[in-house]
């Protein structure tokens, strides 16, 4: 199994006309996703890799029903009238991938979606993937490289960072264990899907048995994931690594969420956080696959508890 695609999932991109959709919409389609609309205004009745674009959101649900994901692929500017239509027509899944989307408007669109039953992914998300089944978004590359680095296993990743969900994807591999569902959350201050929420996900998943982790400073996100692990929300293995160690506090680093302020939101106050809600965490991220191998043997021996 997997979370939230699959290899039944059929997928629409907003923005399909765009460079950048289109060149995203190629990876998707090689890799075995099955694309079969997207959405322009004002270019409907083109084609783009053999995919129809219609002038509206509503215009390709009428026309292609099966459609639950949608990957938008738009200015920041236009991201939340975007994600209001995708929530809208009802879509199960967006992932948004715009960089520097205004947070008034990501947090008008969180709100907009917990009116209804639509998972937000991103902003700023590299997307997700279950390997040999759905890709979405612009994880991994090229379809060659997301088919090499990302393998089917029992390991849900959920990464901060875009490019370290590879890596994490990787390390894991190199290990002998293959992965689930890999998904980047998004790296900016709000986003849409919570690492609680996503762990929410994986504890339902019966072939998840356990759950990866990249994270980062800034926010409390992971802070917030402690409790809800002391809390019992989740209750198979979980192992992580946070960056930002050497992190200056009042600094911003790269990404959006990534601000040290007032003491909160370090790399040491977030790994002691989670250590004490019995994750397992490294300090070196080359270790993090050698570690989730043994902590999952562990796991499997004492029958799954």
């Known amino acids: 199994m997997a979370i939230l695609i699959d290899e039944n999932t059929e997928v629409l991109v907003q923005g399909i006309t765009g460079r950048e959709a289109q060149i995203r919409v190629r990876l998707m389609k090689e890799y075995g996703t099955k694309v079969v609309a997207g959405?322009?205004?004002?270019?409907?009745?083109s084609i783009v890799e053999d995919v129809p674009v219609y002038n509206s959101l509503e215009e390709a649900k009428e026309r292609h029903p099966g459609i639950t994901v949608s990957s938008i692929f738009v200015p920041a500017r236009a991201a939340k009238t975007a994600a209001f239509e995708a929530i809208d027509a009802g879509m199960g899944v967006i992932t948004l991938h715009p960089e520097r989307v205004p947070q008034q408007d990501m947090l008008e669109v969180i709100a907009y979606a917990r009116r209804g039953s639509t998972?937000?992914?991103?902003?700023?998300t590299i997307g997700l993937v279950s390997p040999g089944k759905c890709l979405v978004g612009m994880i991994g590359g090229r379809s060659d490289l997301a088919k090499e680095f990302f393998q089917p296993g029992p390991v849900g990743v959920i990464s901060r960072s875009g490019g370290n969900t590879t890596t994490l994807a990787y390390y894991?591999?190199?290990?002998?264990?293959?992965?689930?569902?890999?998904?980047?959350?998004?790296?900016d201050a709000f986003v849409g899907t919570t690492l609680i929420d996503l762990l929410t996900e994986f504890q339902q998943d019966d072939d998840t048995e356990m759950v990866a982790f990249f994270g980062e400073i800034g926010t409390s996100v992971e802070e917030d994931a402690a409790e809800f692990i002391k809390e019992g929300?989740?209750?198979?293995?979980?192992v992580g690594y946070v960056s930002g160690r050497y992190a200056r506090s009042d600094v911003r680093f790269g990404h959006a969420g990534a601000i040290v302020s007032r003491g909160r939101g370090t790399a040491q106050?977030?790994?002691?956080?989670?250590?004490?809600?019995?994750?397992?965490m490294v300090d070196h991220f080359g270790k993090i696959g050698n570690v989730a191998v043994k902590v999952l043997a562990e796991y499997r021996r004492s029958g799954g508890k």
Do not use: C, D, W
Request: charged share 15%; glycine share 28%.
């Open 269 to 280: 106050g977030k790994v002691e956080a989670l250590r004490g809600a019995g994750a397992h």
């Open 233 to 238: 929300g989740f209750t198979k293995p979980f």
């Open 172 to 187: 894991l591999n190199r290990a002998g264990l293959g992965q689930s569902t890999a998904i980047g959350m998004g790296g």
């Open 39 to 45: 959405v322009t205004p004002g270019r409907g009745g």
């Open 119 to 124: 998972r937000v992914i991103g902003p700023n």
